[in-house]
């Protein structure tokens, strides 16, 4: 298994969004067809759901020996981050010190080559799944758009839970943040610079947009009751631009925030609410969605008897919440109650020197194949 790991760390798997196209690291093609051609090997059926141009996720099932009654659905994401320096080190993959190092080793190619390792285990072995259908889906494109698992929902595939694959350190995870991206514009009137009375300066109408949000909308934010798992939902300011020069009175400056959405919370009500904030404090500006696409918050009920089952089989008692958006929500929208769960730990993910422990790979790969081979 971590063998395969570092082959899926040899096979870059950058999201092309992060580059320019047609660079050479990117696209999740490679691990797609690599994951297929692994899964033929093992006997299990094997599908591409082509998403965009060169874009698929890759699908490969176990069928169990008698009707479906019953499906598990593994769903980790095949795209990473680049690299941080421009080295390309980071995808020539490493054992050293008891860890597996290099892009992806822990977001979240340690979480496929756990789950690949498990099936494969599961199909080899004489007993599999009576009427359970394990179906593992390799996505793409989670760190940008979540454009796989968005196709994926589309397909209607129905299952009883998805095991969605991320570094939660083998928590179970059933509730994460959701989150809106927003640009925020105020304008102004131009002057020259010598005759500020003469313009209206948008710089400075967004000095005061940024002091309210920081302010008073983050402290309102901060009052709201904490949801047991997430907390709390934020707000950031992430960045500011306005003006041309020093000599002319800007007429426009612009923001782009990031609020962290809880469950309960919609991305057209937190907007409708930042909104009238504002309006309330009597400022003039415009609010335009950045991402296009939703990103709501997953809340998965714990007490859904197959989330129970997987606690069990991992040996957990609770579940547990992370901050992090994924594909999680994306999928329980389309009707799969989802969890998230695999090894490494979120910390070591988008970092400079990523890494995952040989230990927390070997422990997901067991805990995933108890599951596996109790179901019935
Ligand atoms: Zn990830």
Redesign the pocket.
């Known amino acids: 298994m971590v063998r395969l790991l570092r082959e899926l760390i040899a096979l870059p798997s950058v999201n092309p969004a992060f580059l320019p196209a047609d660079d050479p690291l990117a696209g999740e093609h490679r691990v797609a067809d690599y994951v297929a051609s692994l899964g033929a090997k093992a006997g299990l059926s094997v599908d591409f759901q082509e998403v965009t141009p060169n874009r698929r996720n890759v699908l490969l099932r176990l069928t169990p020996q008698g009707r479906i009654r019953h499906r598990i659905l593994l769903a980790p ?1 095949l795209d990473t981050v680049g690299s941080v320096d421009g080295s390309l080190e980071i995808f020539k993959p490493t054992l050293a010190n008891g860890r597996v190092w290099g892009r992806g080793a822990c ?2 190619k340690g979480c496929v080559a756990a789950m690949l390792t498990a099936m494969f285990d599961v199909a080899a072995a004489s007993s599999r799944p009576a009427q359970t259908e394990i179906v593992f889906a390799g996505l793409i494109d ?2 940008n758009q979540q454009l796989g698992s968005r196709a994926l929902s589309r397909t209607r595939l129905k299952a009883d839970l998805g095991i969605v694959g ?2 939660t350190r083998l928590e179970v995870v059933t509730a994460h943040k959701g989150d809106v991206w927003a640009r925020i514009e105020t304008r102004g009137k131009a002057a020259h610079g010598a005759r500020p009375d003469l313009g209206i300066n948008a710089v400075r109408a967004m000095a005061r947009v940024v002091e309210l949000i920081e302010g008073d909308y983050a402290a309102e934010l901060a009052r709201r009751p904490l949801h047991p798992l997430l907390g709390g939902p934020t707000i950031n300011v992430g960045m500011i631009r306005g003006g041309s020069q020093p000599n002319i009175v800007p007429d426009r400056c612009v923001i782009e925030i990031d609020r962290r959405t809880v469950p309960g919370e919609t991305a057209a009500g937190t907007k409708r609410e930042i909104e009238s904030f504002l309006r309330k404090h009597g400022v003039k500006s415009t609010l335009v969605d950045m991402k296009g696409v939703i990103a709501p918050p997953l809340e998965t009920d714990p007490n859904l008897p197959w989330v129970q089952n997987f606690l069990t089989a991992t040996g957990r008692r609770e579940t547990q919440g992370v901050t992090y958006f ?1 594909d999680a929500a994306v999928l329980a929208l389309g009707g799969i109650p989802c969890v998230v769960f695999g090894p490494g730990d979120i910390a070591q ?1 988008h970092t400079a020197r990523e890494w995952i422990s040989v230990a927390s790979l070997e422990r997901g790969t067991a805990l995933l194949k108890r599951f596996l081979e109790r179901l019935p």
């Open positions: 994401h977001d979240t989670e760190e991320e570094p994924c993910a």
